[in-house]
């Protein structure tokens, strides 16, 4: 049995073009990070066995770059919405952002930047905020603490609770990213035909199914859909039988 969807939820899918207008580069887009850097290097198991002071030295790098940029007008809008949707944020991006801008319902399926995480089987996280991770920092394991973010051929987290998110959604927006990453990409299939489904980026190879491709900008069209949507939600308010067919 399909799970029932939701009237009044909406769930975004969010990549790192949401935060590119917050100055937080992207991965593959002109001057992305995988332009400047080697993922292998800086963002896989191998890279962090061979060389962990350059691996620590990458995210204390974005940790920083993260903390010192300001939510914009696409993570503020999102934020808003929860003023009248049950909204869900599942986010490929290791910035707070979305939880600065107010959201209360963030999912990172790839880490987070402001937490820190030991290597042992328990996996301990701790908050770190903005500071960095040294070498010889260790849990209380013993085991030498790494950043908090999901590699290039490691597990991703919160993924069947993502897919039951988007199933039971009435609106899924997803909104800057390439769809190339995948388990993650592949979440965009767990959205039911019935529901309303926007792509926000400024290009896109291939459209999942049955979505509406909007090309542009999300600071200016993640508040104008928000603005929409805020509408008809009291629009439904106001005349609760206006989608109720004459009898
Ligand atoms: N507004 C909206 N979309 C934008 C903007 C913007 N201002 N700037 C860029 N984009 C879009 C691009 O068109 C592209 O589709 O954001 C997307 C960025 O794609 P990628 O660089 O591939 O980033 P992302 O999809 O987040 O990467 C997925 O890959 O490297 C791994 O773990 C990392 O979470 C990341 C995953």
Redesign the pocket.
């Known amino acids: 049995m399909k799970a029932e969807i939701q009237t009044n939820k909406i769930v975004v899918l969010s990549?790192?073009?949401?935060s590119?207008?917050s100055g937080i580069p992207?991965?593959?887009?002109a001057n992305?990070l995988?332009h400047n850097y080697s993922?292998e290097a800086v963002?896989s198991p191998s890279g962090w066995q061979a060389h962990p002071e350059v691996v620590l030295e990458f995210y204390n790098e974005r940790r920083l770059q993260a903390a010192e940029a300001q939510p914009n007008a696409a993570h503020l809008a999102l934020a808003e919405l929860e003023s009248a949707y049950e909204v869900v944020v599942i986010t490929?991006?290791v910035d707070d952002l979305h939880e600065r801008a107010g959201s209360s319902n963030v999912i990172h399926v790839?880490g987070q930047l402001n937490h820190a995480r030991g290597t042992s089987e328990a996996r301990r996280r701790y908050r770190i905020d903005a500071a960095p991770i040294q070498l010889g920092q260790l849990c209380e394991d013993g085991t030498q603490l790494r950043p908090d973010i999901?590699w290039f051929g490691e597990d991703v987290e919160y993924l069947e609770e993502s897919r039951r998110h988007i199933a039971t959604a009435a609106k899924v927006l997803v909104?800057?990213?390439?769809?190339?990453?995948f388990p993650?990409a592949s979440l965009v299939r767990a959205a039911r035909g019935r529901a309303e489904k926007i792509l926000?980026?400024?290009?896109?190879d291939k459209l999942p199914y049955g979505f509406r491709f909007m090309r542009?900008?999300?600071?200016s069209i993640v508040p104008f859909l928000c603005q929409g949507w805020l509408a008809e939600h009291q629009n439904r308010n106001l005349y609760p039988d206006s989608d109720k067919h004459a009898s």
Do not use: P, Y
């Not at 990549?15 to 949401?18: K, L, T």
């Not at 909104?175 to 990453?181: K, N, R």
């Not at 926000?200 to 896109?204: D, P, R, Y």
């Not at 542009?216 to 600071?219: E, H, L, R, T, Y």
């Open positions: 990549g790192s073009g949401i590119a207008e992207t991965f593959r887009d992305g995988w993922w963002a490929q991006n790839h999901v909104v800057g990213t390439s769809l190339t990453v993650a926000v980026a400024l290009a896109m542009g900008k999300a600071s």
